[in-house]
């Protein structure tokens, strides 16, 4: 709707013994969300006591894992300004506080 890519998870309960309250699990991201995270979410299988299985995810959990690989590198070549202006302003702050020292 928003014109941004989010994740997206589907898990279903496995056949339960006992109460089922939720029979679907939906995990979508939105709010400022990132689309990579699926794979975070790799091992989960269990909420409640309940068994649940993934039943669909956007992207896959390799397609996840490679994403977010890759934004690291990424974000160093494409935001290279913040690291000259954000250095250049650490710097003055830090040289800021070195006692001034004079002479008469």
């Not at 490679?66 to 954000?86: E, M, T, Y």
Request: with cysteine.
């Amino acid at each position: 709707m928003a014109g941004d890519l989010h994740h997206y998870m589907r898990h279903s309960c496995m056949e339960s013994k006992g109460s089922v309250h939720v029979q679907h699990l939906l995990v979508n991201g939105c709010g400022g969300a990132f689309l990579h995270p699926t794979h975070v979410f790799k091992n989960f299988n269990e909420f409640y006591g309940n068994k649940y299985e993934t039943k669909a995810t956007y992207p896959s959990y390799d397609d996840s894992s490679r994403i977010a690989l890759g934004n690291i590198g990424k974000f160093r070549r494409k935001n290279w300004q913040f690291d000259v202006i954000g250095g250049f302003v650490y710097f003055v702050l830090v040289f800021s506080m070195f006692p001034q020292v004079r002479h008469e």
